[in-house]
Structures are given as C-alpha cells and as structure tokens.
C-alpha cells in the first residue's frame, strides 16, 4: 500500500497544527500533532517533581512512560500513561518543560518510534521540529512553516485575550525567542529547514491564504 506523508516543521506559533489541522480534513489525512507527545513528557516529569533539565532523571522516567495517539470524535487526544492529559498540557510551564524534555535522545528516540510506526500504514500530516528531517525524512512534501517572532507573539497575545486570560506581549515575545532558540540549538535533531522543505513565512498571511497555498503545493505534488 502507498501511502502519503506530509510533514511541517517550523518553531512555536507559527500555525503549524491549526494550518495542519485544515489541510488534514481537506485531504482526509490523519493530523498528527508530535508536540503535544513531548508535552506530554514535560507534563510527567512536572507532576513527579523530576527537573526536565535533568538528562538521567528524565532518561530513567522514560523507560516507564507510555505516549499515544489515539483519535476521539475526531479530535487528537494524547495518553500519557493510558491517562488522556490533552486539557493539561498547553501551560506556559508544560511549553517550557516541553522543550526541555525534548533535547535528551532517550526522550526523542522513544517517541521517534511511536511516531514512525503511527504512520506506516496512513496517510498523515505531521507537525513538530524534526519531522522532514529524521521522523519521515521520505516524506512527499515538506514544509517550513514561520513568522517573524513578533508576528508570533502578536498572535498568542490575541489568542490568550480571546480566552480572557491575561497576556503580557513583551514577556510572551521573550519567552518565544528562549525557545525557539532552545529548540534550533540542541544537538539531537535541532530544528532546522531541510533543503528539500518548502519555505512558507506567513508573517503576511492569514490561515485561510497560508492553507490554499499550502494545499494548491501539495495538490500538485499528488497529481505527479
Ligand atoms: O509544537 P509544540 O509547541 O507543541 O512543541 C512543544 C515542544 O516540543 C517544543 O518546544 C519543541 C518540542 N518538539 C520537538 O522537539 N520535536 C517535535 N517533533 C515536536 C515538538
């Protein structure tokens, strides 16, 4: 059986899993969010008092943890441990354990291989870091999804207001640039725009033009 996989790789807030998200129910394609899977990992070392810092500490957690995937009325749900943690892991302190989480090999092989095996047999559009370059490096298409970090920033302040939550811009800006700087400097797969990657920076666009162009790309792609 053929299968057809897109990946879309880029740094936090860049619209990766709503833009996902669209062009998954457009094509009928399974969306995985591989994310959250290391959320979910932050998550755990959080609830047991474990720093995501420590590499043996956390190396020794993940030996005993369990992450799936599993689809619930459509929506992506992540199990931690047989637990669905979804409403616990998009806090400020679960991004900031995620990403601390997600430098340590024991950590990154592990979910690798989850991930790899969910899609062997599916077509699916995965979002995360280092998914054209080492989870589905023979993907059909690529994508490098971005926007300047303060466009970014923007966003998540209007995102959080919208929620009636508080949001303070600067301090949300500063917070993206540690990370993204976090998550491009690591030395097990940084994140990074592979060549073969198509570069889309949508600092000017909206959802709605980022996914066309995006679909009318991978569009052509298939017809081939
Ligand atoms: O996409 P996100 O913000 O939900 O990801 C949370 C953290 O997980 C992010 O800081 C980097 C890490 N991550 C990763 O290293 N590799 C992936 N494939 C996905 C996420």
Request: contains cysteine.
């Amino acid at each position: 059986m053929s299968v057809f996989h897109i990946a879309i790789d880029g740094p936090s807030g860049a619209g990766k899993s709503s833009t996902a998200k669209k062009l998954a129910k457009e094509l009928g394609f399974t969306y995985m969010d591989t994310g959250a899977m290391y959320r979910a990992v932050g998550l755990k070392a959080l609830r047991l008092g474990i720093d995501p810092m420590d590499e043996e500490a956390v190396s020794a957690m993940i030996g005993t943890t369990s992450v799936d995937l599993a689809l619930e009325a459509g929506e992506q749900q992540v199990l931690l441990d047989g637990e669905n943690v979804n409403p616990f892991i998009r806090t400020q302190e679960v991004s900031a354990a995620a990403s601390a989480v997600s430098k340590w090999a024991a950590v990154r092989t592990m979910l690798v291989e989850a991930q790899r095996s969910i899609c062997a047999t599916s077509d699916v559009i995965m979002d995360g870091r280092d998914i054209g370059s080492v989870v589905l490096p023979d993907a059909q298409v690529k994508f490098f999804l971005t926007a300047s970090p303060e466009v970014r920033a923007h966003r998540r302040t209007l995102e959080l207001q919208a929620r009636g939550e508080e949001a303070d811009e600067e301090k949300i800006l500063r917070e993206i640039i540690a990370r993204d700087e976090q998550d491009s400097s690591r030395a097990v797969s940084p994140l990074i725009r592979v060549p073969d990657a198509v570069l889309v920076d949508n600092s000017d666009m909206n959802e709605e033009e980022t996914c066309q162009w995006m679909l009318n790309i991978v569009r052509e792609r298939m017809a081939k």
